[in-house]
T-cell receptor, first 116, second 112 residues
Framework: DAGVIQSPRHEVTEMGQEVTLRCKPISGHDYLFWYRQTMMRGLELLIYFNNNVPIDDSGMPEDRFSAKMPNASFSTLKIQPSEPRDSAVYFC??????????????FGPGTRLTVL | RKEVEQDPGPFNVPEGATVAFNCTYSNSASQSFFWYRQDCRKEPKLLMSVYSSGNEDGRFTAQLNRASQYISLLIRDSKLSDSATYLCVVNTPMEYGNKLVFGAGTILRVKS
């Protein structure tokens, strides 16, 4: 298995631009998670999906952030408009279909976002 | 108070040393616990789960103290390749189910 795939790996954009991050989970994993990691705040859960349905989006910072999972093999995280404080590494992770939290989460390599 | 707290370190140790990391969590309803490892500029990866009875995996030993809400990781005979950030992770019950809460991590540097 190729593992969790994320694209792009690096993104540099200017303030105000729209940014779209993409994720392909491991086949057969029903849970998908989006995290953000910064030096100041560590690893934070933004949102997670179960069977393509958003379950908990309480970690999404504000309305500028949105996430979708149109099918079992693809998810996007969109920031519009982007701001310099959004600069971070964004990880996508997936896990096997048992109760979330009890299973190993497999992380993608992350997207390093820089907003100038 | 943070849900999961760790000493950020860094812990600088020589090869062959034994080093221990501690972690405390605030939610007494938490049910499962993990240590993840994150190498520089890489993604986190599961190192080991932590069971109530304690568990060992080679040079790594994890302990859980539910009464004190405390988790530990012991690394024996440290190797240069153990240098990484170690994340304490706790399953926290939420309104819609459970979620993993990650500590900020403890940095370990093993030197020759």
């Amino acid at each position: 298995d190729a593992g969790v795939i994320q694209s792009p790996r690096h993104e540099v954009t200017e303030m105000g631009q729209e940014v779209t991050l993409r994720c392909k989970p491991i086949s057969g994993h029903d849970y998908l998670f989006w995290y953000r990691q910064t030096m100041m705040r560590g690893l934070e859960l933004l949102i997670y999906f179960n069977n393509n349905v958003p379950i908990d989006d309480s970690g999404m910072p504000e309305d500028r952030f949105s996430a979708k999972m149109p099918n079992a093999s693809f998810s996007t995280l969109k920031i519009q408009p982007s701001e310099p404080r959004d600069s971070a590494v964004y990880f996508c992770a997936s896990s096997h279909p048992l109760a979330v939290g009890y299973n190993e989460q497999f992380f993608g390599p992350g997207t390093r976002l820089t907003v100038l | 108070r943070k849900e999961v707290e760790q000493d950020p370190g860094p812990f600088n140790v020589p090869e062959g040393a034994t080093v221990a990391f501690n972690c405390t969590y605030s939610n007494s309803a938490s049910q499962s616990f993990f240590w993840y490892r994150q190498d520089c500029r890489k993604e986190p990866k599961l190192l080991m789960s932590v069971y109530s009875s304690g568990n060992e995996d080679g040079r790594f030993t994890a302990q859980l103290n539910r009464a004190s809400q405390y988790i530990s990781l012991l690394i024996r005979d440290s190797k240069l390749s153990d240098s990484a950030t170690y994340l304490c992770v706790v399953n926290t019950p939420m309104e819609y189910g459970n979620k993993l809460v990650f500590g900020a991590g403890t940095i370990l540097r093993v030197k020759s």
